[in-house]
T-cell receptor, first 113, second 111 residues
Framework: DTAVSQTPKYLVTQMGNDKSIKCEQN?????MYWYKQDSKKFLKIMFS???????INETVPNRFSPKSPDKAHLNLHINSLELGDSAVYFCASSPGTSRETQYFGPGTRLLVL | GESVGLHLPTLSVQEGDNSIINCAYS??????FIWYKQESGKGPQFIIDIRSNMDKRQGQRVTVLLNKTVKHLSLQIAATQPGDSAVYFC??????????FGTGTRLQVFP
């Protein structure tokens, strides 16, 4: 009965490859997010979707493309992976806007070699 | 510019003592604040939140204090336990649809 789940948990890949991370929430929330946490533990919002519509798009390279097939899922596709993309990526969800509690997934640890 | 920061990157406390983790924010327009706990290898976990119309809120063993005059937020943990060892983040929201996280404080509990 995991609330927010992500797959895979670990992802090791070569520079230049394309990869996807999947996120699902079973909380019935309307809003989902992607965050990036760097090696210094700094957490930064990347994207936010509300009922499948993009509402936040931070200054993220366009190699990153989120997709929300329905409000329970928010996937992140990354093209042409670079070394600097290595980080932990967290998915989160909230009932409505980000002015409500956000519930985080366990994270996907991405290592680009 | 806007920022949410923490005074101490690492806090070491003895088991049973009270812990206080501090956070300074720069934007007086922020009206929602939240504390998260992140254990090693896990995602951030909600601890407690507070809105700007309050100056104190209590949970189980935790209390959040908000001082809008000096733009300061603190998290107090009573009777700190080994399981409290983690990185703690404060975050703020100011009428936007995004949460801005601070840099985090590592809490170490020793016997």
């Amino acid at each position: 009965d995991t609330a927010v789940s992500q797959t895979p948990k670990y992802l090791v890949t070569q520079m230049g490859n394309d990869k996807s991370i999947k996120c699902e929430q079973n909380l019935g929330h309307d809003t989902m997010y992607w965050y990036k946490q760097d090696s210094k533990k700094f957490l930064k919002i990347m994207f936010s979707y509300n009922n499948k519509e993009l509402i936040i798009n931070e200054t993220v390279p366009n190699r990153f493309s989120p997709k929300s097939p329905d409000k329970a899922h928010l996937n992140l596709h990354i093209n042409s992976l670079e070394l600097g993309d290595s980080a932990v990526y967290f998915c989160a969800s909230s009932p409505g806007t980000s002015r409500e509690t956000q519930y985080f997934g366990p994270g996907t640890r991405l290592l680009v070699l | 510019g806007e920022s949410v920061g923490l005074h101490l990157p690492t806090l070491s406390v003895q088991e049973g003592d009270n812990s206080i983790i501090n956070c300074a924010y720069s934007n007086s327009a922020s009206d929602y604040f939240i504390w998260y706990k992140q254990e090693s290898g896990k995602g951030p976990q909600f601890i407690i939140d507070i809105r700007s119309n309050m100056d104190k809120r209590q949970g189980q063993r935790v209390t959040v204090l908000l001082n809008k005059t000096v733009k300061h937020l603190s998290l107090q943990i009573a009777a700190t336990q080994p399981g409290d060892s983690a990185v703690y983040f404060c975050a703020e929201n100011k009428f936007t649809d995004k949460l801005i996280f601070g840099t985090g404080t590592r809490l170490q509990v020793f016997p």
